[in-house]
């Protein structure tokens, strides 16, 4: 099982920026799977995940109509749409997954058994 996120970057206030996270090793449509984010100094938050088969989604309250989360089943890949960012959306940004099919106790707990190396967010003018 392996994670890889990509995306990251640095973007104005304002603007928009896509995260990619491609699954290998399983397929990732069955399970859910969850970003989360990390600034230095501070615990890891989750911001969104999507469960498995049926897609329903679960938003941290900070990103509620600005992010959204949703599947590429033809990649292997779940993505993370974040519009009207705001300086304080910047982080490393992870995405993981526990191999089961709601986004429960791992995610709200931020322990999934499966990470993948992070993307950095930079937003700033």
């Known amino acids: 099982v392996q994670l890889q996120a990509s995306g990251g970057g640095l973007v104005q206030p304002g603007g928009s920026l896509r995260l990619s996270c491609t699954a290998s090793?399983?397929?990732?449509?069955?399970?859910?799977l969850g970003w989360f984010r990390q600034v230095p100094g501070k615990e890891r938050e989750g911001v969104s995940c999507i469960t498995g088969a049926d897609d329903n989604t679960v938003y941290a309250d900070s990103v509620k109509g600005r992010f959204t989360i949703f599947r590429d089943k033809a990649k292997n890949t779940v993505l993370l749409e974040m519009t009207r960012l705001k300086p304080e959306d910047s982080a490393v940004y992870y995405c993981?997954?526990?191999?089961?099919?709601?986004?429960?106790?791992?995610?709200?707990?931020?322990?999934?058994?499966?990470w993948g190396h992070g993307t950095l967010v930079t937003v700033s003018s």
């Open positions: 993981a997954t526990d191999l089961v099919r709601r986004c429960g106790d791992w995610y709200f707990q931020n322990s999934g058994d499966y």
């Open positions: 090793g399983f397929t990732a449509y069955g399970y859910a």
